[in-house]
């Protein structure tokens, strides 16, 4: 029906650890957006289920198991590029088994939600840093 830009679907998670702190990761340089943070996540593969594209994506880039139980719809972004309309459902996880690391190069950072705002993150992100200070 529409003629707009294409839809990108990606997906991200709020990991949420036991003191009330989020992890957010800077993209790398050479990356579209880099020096940005943003919630750990990525692109879905064609037919892939978001919380399974969650699950190898923590599993590639952050070295931790996601069981799919524990993981929970929270809120979504929806922005649009210059070239595309990103659409994000976010999910929420307290539980995972190992301990996050930087697999792909990117900086990590575990930041409490009302310290969001000090942190420069792409415009489909900016309007979750309220939306989770509300919601945790």
């Known amino acids: 029906m529409g003629n707009g830009p294409p839809l990108v679907l990606v997906v991200a998670c709020v990991l949420l650890d036991g003191e009330g702190r989020l992890l957010i990761a800077k993209r790398p340089e050479g990356r579209s957006l880099a020096g940005l943070w943003e919630f750990p996540g990525g692109k879905m593969e064609p037919g892939e289920a978001p919380e399974a594209a969650l699950i190898r994506e923590f599993a590639e880039e952050l070295g931790i198991e996601i ?11 929806s922005h649009t590029y210059a070239d595309f309309h990103l659409l994000m459902p976010l999910f929420l996880c307290r539980r995972w088994r190992g301990h996050p690391a930087a697999h792909e190069g990117q900086e990590l950072a575990w930041v409490r939600p009302e310290e969001l705002a000090a942190y ?6 900016e309007p979750l840093k309220a939306i989770l200070r509300e919601l945790l």
Do not use: I
């Open 67 to 77: 069981a799919p139980a524990d993981l929970a719809p929270l809120t979504f972004a």
């Open 120 to 125: 420069a993150m792409p415009p489909a992100d």
